[in-house]
């Protein structure tokens, strides 16, 4: 703090006392891995994952995307330093390639957010199901679980009640520690084939249907970019901003790889598909009663619940602050830039958040689909294909930034690493489309496969046309596109 | 005295004694309100997102001057929103301080979980509703305001507590465009610093966490 507190040699008290509550690396990277709900992805996505796409690259997928992403993050971290406005994925996009992109990227993250948070009603189900059962004796439908959450995560919401930030760290650290017993006693014991390396090999990743495991992988490092919002926060945000945006992606391809292959390992990689089809989000815990007490595999499922409710309010806490800067902007109504006087919570956003979700439970819970695969898997992995979208286009802005604005950065900032990580993101970007099938698990051809890609590029369509419709209807709302809550600076409030 | 002004509005003394307002906001609206003094006795010049002082004499009040002194000693944060947050860290301590030595408050306090909790309480029920009631009067039936109260008035709805001020559902529309055409007629320092403070409430949303 004293480093920070003194410009040159007299000490500044305006900047030392601003300084004082500054956030240091190690707490912005709990910030962004909380959102990340680590048990969820695991126990959740990962084996859904193997079941449904029916291939075992998952491992080494997640580290390719995560050494990809560190790439991103470099030119990424740099743009920040520069943006009056360092938030979402659409600001960037704004100010590299114009408002209309802006715009229209800002509907794409609102989409995929959106399902995203609305996916992890369908995961509840899952999760908690056993619980009940073996403790309460219950076992309801998946949707009153889901509605019980729905309800609590509506009034948390619009009460402005995060989940608090130390009890995150606690579910956290615990969710980390549970998934590494687990990853050493599948690694222990593994299947009578041995322990096989085959999941962690770069050939794993040259089969059909590659790209559904770039955007599963892509699914889990979901919130590393929102280590960029602290940077007005954070204690020296030159380094700290980048270091804990580096860390979180390793932690996160680290620890994703790890556990993925663990589960390999335990079953044999032949057999980890027809387990995973068989056992389904149980497959973590089963593998895992196999060696381990079951005290341990009875926090652990505990755990599995908290992880999904946590990610269900962080997830719909996120779509409601996107909501919120674009109702600030104008691009949005008014109403969703206001905020609740009593909690300070931006209440439309939320409102139509919570909105949102209760329709896709009763539509699911009438249809009669599975919460599971149709509305966890599906739902994640159209959100995860929407953020690999966002990511791709925002490295593409942050090259054309730099270029026409070199803002004194080293060229390894500006060039030498934003470029290799666009071409990676473009052929990831290219290769889930082709393989959006594999997936969904849907036959090649199935509409489904093309349906949910096209929703986003009419988004951004009527997004881009929305900003032409903005620009020769309501230039200060235009000119103010991409500056969030720092749009009242620059148009009339009120 | 504004930030006086602002308090009461923010802050229920004449029922629950509880914050109208999430105490976030009322601590960046009193800051605004703070410097707003500063502006209304020329103190200080705002201008877009930086100000500076142009006179540096006492303004015979303890809180003002305080600020007024810390703006002094460090010229070179010219900047709206380094500001705010200095002054966020203290406004709810220092204004409600000044309405309690005054008479005008009592405050009662209790702990809750380790955390100390305030209620305020009014003395004088008409002082404490005045300012509300004045801004309301004054917005419904689109009543020039005093410079004082236009700040007043910009600031609280900086804050969204708008709605809260203009109870009537049926008149919120009406009141609401006056309110804009106002802003528009507003002394420009005093719009700016409007501006900043509703920027660093919506910001505060956006980086929200505990």
Known sequence: MTRTARTGTVPDPVAGALAADRLGAPTVVYFVLSAAA??????????????????????????????????????????ARHMANAGAFYTYVTRGLGRPAGIAAAWVALIAYNALQVGLYGALGAAAAPVLERWLGLAPAWWVISLVAWALVAVLGVMRVDVNGRLLAVLLTAEVAVILVFDLADLMNPAASGLSFAALSPSALFVPGVGALLVLATLGFVGFESSVVFSEESRAPRRTVPIATYASVAIVAVVYALSSWAMTVATGPDSIVATARRDQAD???????????????????????????????????????????????????????????????PQAGSIAQSALGLVVIV????????????????????????????????????????????SGEALSRRVVAPVPAAI??????????????????????????????????????LGVVWALVLRSGQPAVYAAVGMGAKAATAQDTA | MLADDFFLVSWDTTGTGKPRLHVQGIALGLAGALLGELVLHRRI??????????????????VADRALADLGNSPHHTDVRTWLAYLAQRSLEEVSGRLLTAGLLERESRRLLKRQKF?????????????????????????????????????????????????????????????????ATMPQPLRDLSRQVHAAVGDSVLTYRT
Not at chain 1, 44 to 66: D, E, Q, R
Not at chain 1, 395 to 404: D, E, G, K, T, Y
Request: charged share 15%; with cysteine; aromatic share 12%.
């Open chain 2, 119 to 183: 209620r305020f309480f009014a003395t004088d029920f008409s002082h404490a509703v005045w300012p509300a009631t004045r801004l309301r009067l004054a917005l419904g039936q689109c009543r020039p305001l005093s410079p004082q109260d236009m700040a007043l008035a910009t600031l609280v709805d900086a804050c969204d507590l708008t709605d809260t001020v203009l109870d009537d559902p049926d008149n919120r529309r009406a009141s609401r465009d006056y309110l804009t055409t106002l802003l």
């Open chain 2, 45 to 62: 010049v705002v201008r877009g997102v930086r100000l500076h002082m142009s006179d540096s004499r006492p303004v015979k009040e303890s």
């Open chain 1, 283 to 345: 497959t973590v815990f089963v593998l895992a009663e196999a060696h381990l007490g079951s005290v341990v595999v009875d926090i652990a499922r505990v755990l599995f619940v908290t992880s999904v409710f946590a990610a269900m309010v962080s997830f719909h806490n996120t779509t409601a602050r996107y909501f919120f800067a674009l109702g600030r902007e104008r691009v949005l109504p008014a109403v969703f830039g206001r905020t609740r006087a009593r909690s300070g919570a």
């Open chain 1, 424 to 461: 990676a993101l473009a052929v990831m970007v290219w290769l889930a489309l082709d393989n959006f099938a594999t997936l969904l698990g849907v036959p090649e051809g199935d509409p489904l496969a093309w349906v949910l890609p096209v929703v986003y590029g009419v988004a951004a369509l």
């Open chain 1, 38 to 79: 680590p048990l969820t992805v695991v126990a959740g996505v990962v084996t859904t994952g193997y079941a449904v796409t029916g291939i075992t690259g998952l491992p080494i997928a997640f580290l390719v995307v995560g050494a990809v992403l560190s790439v991103f993050a470099i030119g990424y971290v740099a743009m």
């Open chain 1, 363 to 406: 539509v699911y819970a009438v249809l009669g689909l599975d919460p599971l695969v149709q509305l966890f898997f599906y739902g994640g992995s159209f959100g995860g294909f929407g953020v690999l979208l966002l990511v791709f286009v925002t490295s593409l802005a942050i090259i054309v930034f730099f270029a026409r604005e070199p």
